[in-house]
């Protein structure tokens, strides 16, 4: 056995038994710390293990536990600030780990040479970074005194394992922490209960009486559709009799079962329970995580690994001699075992002399051939010489029709050509595998089996290190993680942005309501103001206009909810015959409080003989009011507003034209997308749902909105809504 086997199966034991040895809950998390740094250190044989985690603004880093080996002490408290050094910083945020096999010239920890390698005689460093939900919430370092050293693979996946174990700690202790501060207070739960990403479900004996938004965002349900139903509505028929059994006979341990969205989707998920005093009553708080894709991944990395195991002991057998004929039949015979194949055999091959040779072969009986006259048939020969990468063909897929008489011949249905690398000047190697009794379609799994396996047969002809193989299954497993987290990455951006919908919705109810609410104000100020008697006489004009105002704010709020229901559909419109002229002016009566504030000036140049137009009064004053008003926020006092309105065609052609700021030509594009503000509108109370609405409105006529380029000499908002035909 070679020492980078041995190696790597020792420390594997090693892992195995620290795993075993804690179990994962947060009342231990500062003793399975101490243990995994004291283990590593002693398996890795490095004088100092340190464990740091970042502050809140990820500006530094400070050590929590920093193991010594002699004398074998824990300590802690060093802090390291990203300014002080910046290289260092930057590659963790850049690289998986930091392999520093000479720390003291290596670039990225170069830096510490003066003020902490040299003093302390540190000369190579392992740093491995610690994952928590895709965040990177700190590091592991590893620190060897003495002579340059240089770190293997196995150690550096070994540290990275170590590393896992870390993140595995840190989950269960804030799981721990989250579950402890649930059992303390109903109001902490209630807190917890929509702070936590973790979906959580509260039932009594399976009826649901709660769910949180990440039990809405998991399962595709909202909380309506959920309170009062039983929990078997969100499981998996597979997993129906565990959850009855544990509604029957409760149990505080967590459990793995199916469940199923709403969409029909299948998840596996972690479920922990816990009983609870809720709204006066005894219930269960259910924690729901789901686990599929961490399954997946188990299940896919137990597959390699058996692969990989397989590989190993295929690998090591053929290894064993210093024979090239020992190692070739070796090979041969184990493909065909492993492949249940027909025939393998290998073919070797001269470049210099063009010399090509059987050099070992593995048959059944049954289909056993002449393979060297097969190898001498010129069709063949120029296959197998001409494959430079792996090759998989069956006699349907061969064009040539000599080389089809070739494989009926020699009673091949299905062929397989590996490659096996060997010195570019020196006789390279060739395995071949024949099925003879059926067609097969070879598996991607088999094909990538016979490739590493061939790499390994290279190496053994070559008696190179195994560092190749190792070091491409473990750029493969880097590239997985970093997909992974990009995953992981790409979901906490989309819950983000939910967050922001939501926010943005409440600030857009307390804005889009302001206008009509200020007019309401204005108009009772004003009564106030010129009365001073108990009773104060209104003219009926004057509740008109409230009443009306009254009724746009109630349109608003049913506005503001259906668009918050249903984006995509447009509004619903009472059209009717309207003087357009006519509009305008009760448009600006209404908003004439907000002009004199603005010290405003309109000018109207929309002619009496316009004809009639088919629309909903209500929606097109919302246009008018939109747009004024927007003009009026984004602009300084005394702006000069010109509204035209004139006939083109069918259609009747409509302006609001300002003399201010303008609008920059890289913001039309968006400027009627829902929320949308600008780059300029951080300092506005705004959030972009006014032009939004304009572009439904219009739209839902049949017409359309836009606006003309006249930057910066103001803006000009258009659009066009047809004429009413005459009855």
């Known amino acids: 056995m070679t020492p980078v086997i041995e190696q790597l199966q020792s420390l594997n034991r090693i892992l195995v038994e620290l795993a075993r040895r804690q179990p994962f809950h947060g009342a231990n998390f500062e003793e399975i710390l101490q243990d995994i740094l004291c283990t590593s250190a002693r398996s890795l044989n490095v004088a100092r293990v340190s464990l740091w985690f970042y502050s809140g603004d990820r500006q530094h880093i400070e050590c929590v536990h920093l193991f010594q080996h002699s004398p074998q002490e824990f300590t802690a408290g060093m802090r390291l600030t990203a300014s002080d050094y910046p290289r260092y910083f930057a590659a963790l945020q850049e690289e998986r780990t930091i392999t520093a096999h000479d720390a003291w010239v290596d670039p990225r920890t170069q830096e510490f040479r003066q003020s902490y390698l040299e003093p302390l005689g540190i000369t190579s460093l392992l740093d491995v970074p610690i994952w928590v939900e895709g965040v990177m919430i700190g590091i592991l370092c590893y620190e060897h005194v003495g002579p340059p050293r240089q770190w293997t693979i196995a150690e550096e996946q070994f540290a990275a394992s170590l590393a896992d174990l870390v993140s595995l700690a840190v989950e269960s202790r804030d799981r721990h922490r989250a579950l402890k501060a649930l059992e303390e207070s109903e109001d902490r739960l209630a807190t917890f209960f929509q702070a936590t990403s973790e979906a959580v479900i509260i039932h009594e004996q399976g009826q649901i009486l709660d769910v949180n938004a990440a039990a809405e965002r998991l399962f595709g349900y909202t909380a309506s559709e959920l309170v009062g139903q039983s929990v078997l509505l969100l499981t998996h028929p597979e997993s129906r009799s565990l959850i009855l059994e544990r509604i029957e006979q409760p149990l505080d341990v967590p459990f793995e079962a199916l469940a199923r969205t709403k969409r029909g989707e299948t998840l596996i998920v972690e479920v922990q329970g816990k009983s609870i005093l809720y709204r006066g009553r005894w219930a269960r708080v259910l924690g729901v995580r789901d686990i599929t894709q961490r399954k997946a991944a188990e299940q896919n990395a137990q597959l390699a690994a058996q692969r990989q195991q397989l590989l190993a002991e295929i690998a090591l057998r053929i290894r064993q001699t210093l024979e090239l004929p020992d190692i070739l039949s070796t090979t041969v015979v184990e493909v065909r075992r492993y492949l249940l194949s027909d025939r393998v055999f290998i073919v070797s091959f001269e470049p210099r002399t063009e010399e090509i040779q059987i050099v070992a072969a593995d048959m059944a009986p049954q289909w056993h051939t002449n393979l060297e006259a097969l190898l001498h048939n010129v069709h063949y020969r120029s296959r197998l010489l001409t494959t430079p990468a792996t ?121 889009d309501l302001r206008t009509p609410v200020l007019g309401t104000l204005m108009v009772i100020n004003h009564l106030l103001q010129t009365h001073s008697s108990e009773t104060i006489p209104v003219p009926r004009s004057t509740l008109t206009c409230i009443q009306q105002s009254q009724q746009r704010q109630l349109h608003l709020i049913e506005t503001l909810l259906h668009i918050h229901v249903d984006q995509q559909s447009l509004p619903s419109l009472a059209i009717a015959p309207t003087a357009l002229a006519a509009l305008v002016n009760e448009t600006l009566t209404d908003l004439q409080p907000l002009l004199q504030k603005n010290k405003a000036t309109v000018k109207l140049d929309i002619p009496p003989t316009l004809p009639l137009v088919p629309v909903d009064p209500m929606q097109l004053r919302r246009v008018y009011e939109n747009l004024i008003t927007n003009a009026l926020k984004h602009n300084r006092p005394g702006l000069r507003i010109t509204l035209t309105a004139e006939a083109q065609g069918d259609m009747v052609y409509c302006t609001v034209q300002d003399n201010g700021v303008g609008i920059r030509s890289d913001q039309r594009s968006r400027l009627f997308d829902l929320y949308y503000r600008g780059s300029e509108s951080h300092h506005r109370t705004g959030i972009g749902l006014g032009l939004y609405l304009c572009r439904q409105i219009i739209t839902a006529h049949g017409g359309e909105i836009g606006i003309e380029d006249n930057h910066p000499r103001g803006a000009i908002f258009w659009f066009r809504i047809p004429i009413a035909r005459p009855t």
Request: hydrophobic share 40%; glycine share 2%; net charge negative.
């Open 391 to 511: 090759l998989s063909c069956d006699q349907s897929e061969i064009a040539d029709p000599q080389l089809q008489e070739v494989y009926e011949a020699y009673h091949i249905q299905s062929c397989l050509l590996i490659p096996i690398q060997h010195q570019p000047d020196g006789k390279c190697f060739l395995l071949g595998v024949h099925q003879c009794d059926r067609k097969r379609e070879w598996q991607p799994y088999e094909r990538a089996f016979l490739e590493q396996l061939a790499i390994q047969v290279a190496i053994a002809l070559q008696q190179a290190a195994l560092y190749q193989q190792l070091a491409a299954l473990n750029a493969n497993l880097e590239h997985q993680v970093a997909e992974r987290t990009e995953q992981l990455q790409q979901k906490m951006r989309e819950l983000e942005e939910l967050n922001h919908l939501k926010d943005v919705f409440l600030h857009a109810v307390s804005h």
